[in-house]
């Protein structure tokens, strides 16, 4: 925890309570905006609460996710194995796999079709584009919800998001990942690396486990739990162990640290592989990332305008397509101290019930 006033657990938020009005900000707003942002700057993560109504459509697509990997081949063809290519950030689409971290992936990306290698039109996982709009408003709502916390102006980053809905002959830059991690099937490298927990407890990772997504907001909800995450700290901490039916992880990415001048940092991740009996399917997950459009530039001339402070290194407009094929060290990325530099929603602030909220599990 970072000061005496910080959350004593993984914030958590109900999305109905981000929606913005008219006006003056509701109570309800205020409170839920401090929580999302205190638990980014401790934990660099949150939990979102989706309607309840919504509950049936993630169980059911993460069902369809597991009948997918389960028909896919033990050995997929040379064409599907795909590494991380940077230079192909925004145009992957459909299957590939990627051994090293022992993972499927299933890109759907509106405006593109995907192809099977032997030009047959490939059977894509059940309800994708209802879960891709579902979880693509609940990180534009995230957004926003940050731009309030910052004092920014309302909606500031639209210049460069995707247009809602999509125009003719558009294809979009958020993407939705459906993964499948350590599928007993699926013969990967399965290079793993052994952690223990402070409980004793021993917990097994694929060799390149630190991961930073370069999207604005990233929105993950697996079907077991695994994920783990770097709070203020530098100590990991499993942020999907106790979550219901309806709520999903959330946290920032790399374009959302430069477009923020580095005030919001992104989320270090790693993914706890299960190897273990009884473990038929893997770990499957959806992983919505609101990104920025590649024709478009990350500035901070937004964050100059609220007053805030801009170093040196993000003086100069980045090109997305540039940034998304750079390297960023992250250990250049966590030595800055940004918790302390930005001041964030009080409790006076957000009203004067809000202790009460932050100590029990909402």
């Given at each position: 925890m970072a000061g005496d006033d910080g959350l004593p657990s993984l914030?958590?938020?109900?999305?109905?309570?981000?929606?913005?009005?008219?006006?003056?900000?509701?109570?309800?707003?205020?409170?839920?905006?401090?929580?999302?942002?205190?638990?980014?700057?401790?934990?660099?993560?949150?939990?979102?609460?989706?309607?309840?109504?919504?509950?049936?459509?993630?169980?059911?697509?993460?069902?369809?996710?597991?009948?997918?990997?389960?028909?896919?081949?033990?050995?997929?063809?040379?064409?599907?194995?795909?590494?991380?290519?940077?230079?192909?950030?925004?145009?992957?689409?459909?299957?590939?796999a990627d051994p090293q971290l022992w993972q499927e992936t299933y890109d759907y990306r509106p405006g593109l079709t995907p192809i099977e290698p032997s030009n047959a039109m490939e059977l894509p996982p059940g309800g994708l584009p209802d879960i891709f709009g579902l979880l693509g408003k609940a990180a534009r709502g995230i957004l926003d919800a940050m731009s309030y916390c910052l004092n920014l102006r309302s909606s500031p980053f639209t210049e460069i998001l995707d247009n809602v809905p999509l125009r003719s002959r558009e294809v979009s830059s958020s993407v939705l990942s459906v993964c499948c991690h350590a599928r007993p099937s699926f013969h990967g490298a399965q290079h793993h690396n052994l952690t223990?927990?402070?409980?004793?407890?021993?917990?097994?990772?694929?060799?390149?486990?630190?991961?930073?997504?370069?999207?604005?907001?990233?929105?993950?909800?697996?079907?077991?739990?695994?994920?783990?995450?770097?709070?203020f700290h530098g100590r990991w901490f499993l942020v999907d162990g106790d979550l219901g039916p309806q709520e999903a992880v959330v946290y920032p990415g790399?374009?959302?640290?430069?477009?923020?001048?580095?005030?919001?940092?992104?989320?270090?991740?790693?993914?706890?592989?299960?190897?273990?009996?009884?473990?038929?399917?893997?770990?499957?997950?959806?992983?919505?990332?609101?990104?920025?459009?590649?024709?478009?530039?990350l500035s901070c001339s937004e964050m100059r305008a609220a007053g805030h402070g801009v170093e040196a290194q993000f003086q100069i407009p980045v090109p997305v397509d540039d940034f998304m094929q750079r390297s960023h060290p992250t250990d250049q990325l966590f030595n800055r101290n940004t918790f302390q530099s930005f001041s964030f929603p009080t409790a006076q602030d957000a009203g004067p019930w809000i202790n009460e909220m932050l100590v029990q599990d909402l």
């Open positions: 914030g958590r938020v109900k999305l109905t309570d981000l929606i913005p009005s008219e006006g003056l900000p509701s109570d309800s707003y205020k409170l839920s905006v401090s929580t999302l942002s205190q638990s980014f700057a401790q934990y660099s993560a949150a939990v979102i609460q989706f309607p309840a109504a919504d509950a049936a459509l993630l169980r059911s697509s993460l069902d369809s996710a597991r009948l997918y990997f389960q028909q896919r081949e033990a050995y997929p063809s040379a064409d599907m194995i795909h590494t991380n290519d940077s230079r192909e950030w925004c145009k992957t689409s459909g299957y590939y223990t927990q402070d409980d004793g407890q021993l917990m097994m990772f694929h060799d390149h486990d630190h991961q930073v997504d370069k999207s604005l907001i990233s929105v993950v909800k697996s079907d077991k739990a695994g994920l783990h995450v770097r709070d790399l374009a959302l640290y430069q477009a923020t001048a580095g005030y919001v940092n992104p989320a270090l991740h790693r993914t706890e592989i299960y190897n273990i009996p009884g473990n038929m399917y893997g770990r499957c997950s959806l992983v919505f990332k609101l990104m920025p459009k590649s024709m478009t530039c």
